[in-house]
């Protein structure tokens, strides 16, 4: 994946937007964090660190989808998307590692959502979204331990953009991989370790597994 200037000027330029900005905020709350804290004010301060770089790596990705969204597509290496996507990706991922550590499994839906993700009510998450803004999790659905969901692809030097969407109390079990473009149904099952290639189209109810996955008799699950 050729890298070029253009896209360490634009990631270095959002870094340090972020980083000025929890430098700042950390300034401002020294004092405050010393006399409230005492001997624990570093643990605060680490602590702060962390939520800043994160909170606010998460609102200069919201203003920068905002003005240049990622679009659904496929794009030569030398399109502005591709810039656009790898520039949201490295400036992202430390913020993610940093603000990850305030939510916890059960809370992990909501730090997806920080990041884009548009997810709806009573979902479980406890795999891994490489693409928020391109994914789409429905009321009640369950990502299982370990299981990622990728938007984007790289194949025969190209940029591959579609969006992965999981429906209304369908279930991804461990393990499993969702390419560009999956679709799966509500009430749904993917059974455990399952790859399901781009642009599957899993139908409400069904039940599909393997690799690739493919619909699964009632008999056999």
């Keep these: 994946m050729e890298t070029n200037a253009k896209d360490y000027v634009y990631s270095s330029c959002l870094i340090g937007l972020v980083v000025a900005a929890t430098a700042l905020t950390l300034w401002a709350a020294h004092g405050w964090l010393t006399s409230l804290f005492g001997a624990f004010a570093a643990i605060a301060l680490l602590a702060l660190l962390a939520l800043a770089y994160g909170g606010f790596t998460a609102v200069v990705l919201a203003v920068l989808a905002a003005r240049l969204p990622l679009r659904e597509g496929e794009y030569a290496l030398d399109d502005p998307q591709f810039t656009l996507w790898k520039v949201q990706h490295v400036v992202g991922e430390l913020g993610k590692v940093a603000l ?4 916890p499994v059960f809370a992990r839906a909501g730090f997806y959502a920080a990041f884009g993700a548009r997810i709806g009510r009573q979902v479980a998450v406890a795999g891994k979204i490489l693409d928020p803004r391109l994914t789409i999790l429905d009321d009640g659905c369950v990502l299982g331990e370990g299981c990622v969901l990728t938007s984007h692809a790289i194949a025969r030097n190209r940029l591959i953009l579609h969006t992965v969407r999981v429906g209304k109390g369908a279930t991804v079990g ?7 473009g999956v679709t799966i149904g509500a009430g749904a099952v993917i059974l455990p370790g399952s790859v399901l290639k781009a642009g599957s189209d899993v139908p409400p109810g069904e039940t599909w597994g393997g690799m690739p996955a493919v619909p699964i008799r009632a008999a056999a699950v």
Excluded: N
């Design 100 to 103: 990850s550590l305030f939510f």
């Design 174 to 180: 461990v393990g499993c991989i969702l390419m560009p």
